[in-house]
Nanobody, 125 residues
Framework: QVQLVESGGGLVQPGGSLRLSCAAS????????IGWFRQAPGKRREGISC????????TYADSVKGRFTISRDSAKSTVQLQMNSLKPEDTAVYYC??????????????????WGQGTQVTVSS
């Protein structure tokens, strides 16, 4: 069973950048599709990016397209989310989720996902 830990969150000014990392233990991430989700207070969890397990295909929500980039480092068994041009509305707890059966056509939670504990991202001046 894979365990996930997110890191890299913090406080950043609007227009700034952060790089989140999702690290795995207990298994490698190569056979898992990884989704990044976020949840702001009072809002439902939103899928924002996904990277496939086989072909490495990537998908982005419209809200982050052109600003965020997802990538995989197989040697380190991590998946990164590079976030540029951050906006106050990007403020949320960010989670990664692993699933060997996820198809990154839709970025939605699955009941059989493995989740990390989340990392807080706050965009504020």
């Amino acid at each position: 069973q894979v365990q996930l830990v997110e890191s890299g969150g913090g406080l950043v000014q609007p227009g700034g950048s952060l790089r989140l990392s999702c690290a795995a233990s207990g298994d490698t991430l190569d056979s898992y599709a990884i989704g990044w989700f976020r949840q702001a207070p009072g809002k439902r969890r939103e899928g924002i990016s996904c990277i496939g397990s086989r072909d490495g295909s990537t998908t982005y929500a419209d809200s982050v397209k052109g600003r965020f980039t997802i990538s995989r480092d197989s040697a380190k068994s991590t998946v990164q989310l590079q976030m540029n041009s951050l906006k106050p509305e990007d403020t949320a707890v960010y989670y990664c989720a692993a699933n060997p059966y996820r198809l990154c056509v839709l970025i939605e939670p699955r009941v059989d996902d493995y989740w990390g504990q989340g990392t807080q991202v706050t965009v504020s001046s």
